[in-house]
C-alpha cells in the first residue's frame, strides 16, 4: 500500500521542507519512503534522519508544492526535529531505522515514534481525489507521454467540473499552469 501525504523534513541548518511523497508500507511496523537522487528530502533525510508524515485533506498543499508553493504554515513537532504542518488533521513522527541505498531511489526504512490527531476527518470529494492524481501525473511530466497524461487529465477534469470547491479549483488551477509551462517550453 501507498499513502500519499505530505512530508516534513528539516536540514542541519533548521530549514523546513515541505514535499508530498507516496510512503510505503512495509509491515509489520515500518513505513519507506524513497526520495530520488537528488532531492532536498534526500539531502535532509541523510542530515537529519527524521521526517513527519502529515495526513491533511488540503490538496492545495500537494498542488502547490509541486508548483513552487513550499512555505506552509508549520508547528513544532512533539517527539522529531522536522516540524509539522499546521494544516494536517493528524500527524506521525517517524525516525529512519534503516537506509538500503540505490543509485536513483534509496529506500529509507522509518518506524512511527509519536502520532497525534489534530482534526476530525469530514470525507473526500472526487475533486480531491483528481487533484491527487494530477499532482502525481505533473510530478511525472518528464517521464510519460504527452497523450498519456493529456488523456488522463481529461478524465480527471470531469471530477473538478462536478465537485470542486474553491480550494480545489486553485489547487487544479496550479497544476495545469505547471502542464501548459511544461509543454511550452517544447
Given amino acids: 500500500m501507498i499513502r500519499e501525504v505530505i512530508v516534513t523534513t528539516i536540514s542541519a541548518a ?13 509491515p509489520p511496523a ?42 506552509w504554515p508549520c508547528v513544532p513537532s ?9 494544516a494536517a488533521l493528524a500527524h506521525a513522527e517517524m525516525a529512519v531505522a534503516s537506509v538500503r541505498e540505490d543509485p536513483q531511489r534509496p529506500r529509507f526504512h522509518c518506524r512511527i515514534v509519536h502520532r497525534e490527531t ?16 494530477a499532482a502525481i501525473l505533473v510530478s511525472r511530466l518528464g517521464m510519460l507521454p504527452r497523450g498519456k497524461i493529456e488523456t488522463e487529465l481529461a478524465y480527471l477534469e470531469i471530477a473538478i467540473g462536478k465537485t470542486a470547491a474553491d480550494p480545489e479549483r486553485e489547487a487544479w488551477g496550479w497544476l495545469m499552469d505547471a502542464v501548459r509551462a511544461h509543454y511550452a517550453k517544447g
Fill in 14 to 26: 533548521g530549514k523546513p521542507h515541505v514535499a508530498p511523497f507516496g510512503l510505503i508500507e512495509a
Fill in 78 to 86: 512533539t517527539v522529531v526535529p522536522p516540524p509539522r504542518l499546521t
Fill in 118 to 133: 489534530h482534526a476530525p476527518f469530514e470525507g473526500l470529494n472526487r475533486a480531491k481525489a483528481a487533484v491527487i492524481e
Fill in 30 to 71: 515500518e513505513w519507506v519512503i524513497a526520495p530520488f537522487h537528488p532531492s532536498t528530502t534526500l539531502d535532509n533525510l541523510r542530515e537529519i534522519p527524521f521526517l513527519v508524515a502529515n495526513y491533511t485533506d488540503d490538496v492545495r498543499i500537494f498542488a502547490g508544492s509541486l508548483t513552487g508553493r513550499r512555505d
